[in-house]
Every structure is written in C-alpha cells, then in structure tokens.
C-alpha cells in the first residue's frame, strides 16, 4: 500500500514533468488536501450502489468517554452510518482488560431500547451518535470511564490517532483507486491527461509508467 506522501510526490512529479521541487507553484500540502478531497468523492461512489467499503479504508481512532459526549472526528457520510464499523470500550479498571463492542442505536431511540425486539439487558451499554459526539450509556447515566475505540473511515486519515506519520502509514484507500485517485486529481486540477504506453502484455494502468500531457493540446479526430 502506498503511503500519502509517495501518492503526493507522484503527482508533484508528473505535474512538474519530473522535476518537482519546493519552489513549485503548487505546494505538497495542496496536493495532500486535494487527496483527501478527491479520496472521500471515489469512496462515496464506490459505496453508491450498496457496496462494502473494502477493509483497506478503515481506520481506528482511540478517544475518552465524556459527560458531554466524545468528539468524534469527521467521517465520511455514507448512508445508515455505514462509514462507523463499531465502537466500543475498555474499562479503566482491569489492565488486561479487552474492548467489549457496544451496539450503536440512535440518540432519540435510546430511551426505547429496553422495549426494541432486540435483547438489551437493562444494564447494557449502548453507545450513541449525536452532533458529532458518541455517548456511552449504562441505563440512563452516561459513561465517562474506560477508552473508547472507533473504527470508522474517516475524512482526514492523518487527524486519527493510530495515524503514524505520512511516510510509514499506508493511506486508508484500496490500492485498486490510487490510479484512479491520481489520475482524476491530474485530470480535475491541472487539466493533465493520463496517457499509458502500451509496451506488451506486461503493461499496467499504473500511475508511475503514466505521461502527462497538458488536456488542452489533446488533438483528436
């Protein structure tokens, strides 16, 4: 899996011909912006039609519960909160202690809970999703111990905080859409096609054997 500053630098490359420096018009924190931009649009798509996001996108973030609700950073809006794989939680009070998956129900469904369908003991912890903040409740009081982990896909992959750095950490996108990511950044923001040689057999759609051409000097028939 490539990691965001080798899919970053690729593009610098391509739109500076292959001599991308730091004077370049276009800085590397654009581009990176541009990446997350671009990657949230592609994943959108690929999950329009009902599709499981691949595992590739997913990523853990590890926050404290609050009387107020934990902010939970942005994730991406699929529909039925389908971006949210699970949460759950790790008591303080055992140091061997493993995190016990909560089910997620809807804030202003919460107070029905004990009459849903589904078996919920009176004193299961449920967490919620309200503005952006997860509660965790046991009966009618919140939660405020213990470690909460989200795993989720997340707008900004480098604001979670299993997030390492942009050189060691692979970019949460599967590895099929770095093409296509690249390519739709080149085509969408510099105006530059994609254009592959085709040497054989062994040929790949891949964005490191690609030539950038300028869109606007494209002459076809």
Known sequence: ????????????????????????DI?????????????????MQYTDNGRKSSNACFQVDTILPLPSGA??????????????????????????????????????DRMFVNQSRFVFKSNSRIATLSDRKVYVW????????GTLEINAVFANPTLVSSYQSDDTTSYPIPEELISVLVKQILSQEFNVLMSVPSNGPNNQSDEKNAIA???????KA
């Open 213 to 219: 051409k300028p869109a606007n000097n494209e002459n």
């Open 1 to 24: 899996m490539a990691t965001l500053n080798e899919i970053a630098y690729n593009i610098k490359n391509i739109i500076s011909g292959g001599v991308a420096s730091d004077d370049s």
């Open 138 to 145: 046991e009966g009618d009081s919140v939660v405020t111990s």
């Open 71 to 108: 902010h939970l950073k942005d994730v991406l809006g699929f529909n039925d909160n389908r971006a949210i794989r699970s949460i759950a939680l790790k008591e303080d009070s055992a140091v061997d202690s493993e995190y016990s998956v909560l089910p997620i129900v809807q804030h202003h």
């Open 27 to 43: 800085s590397t924190r654009q581009i990176k912006f541009m990446i997350h931009n671009h990657r949230a649009n592609l994943l």
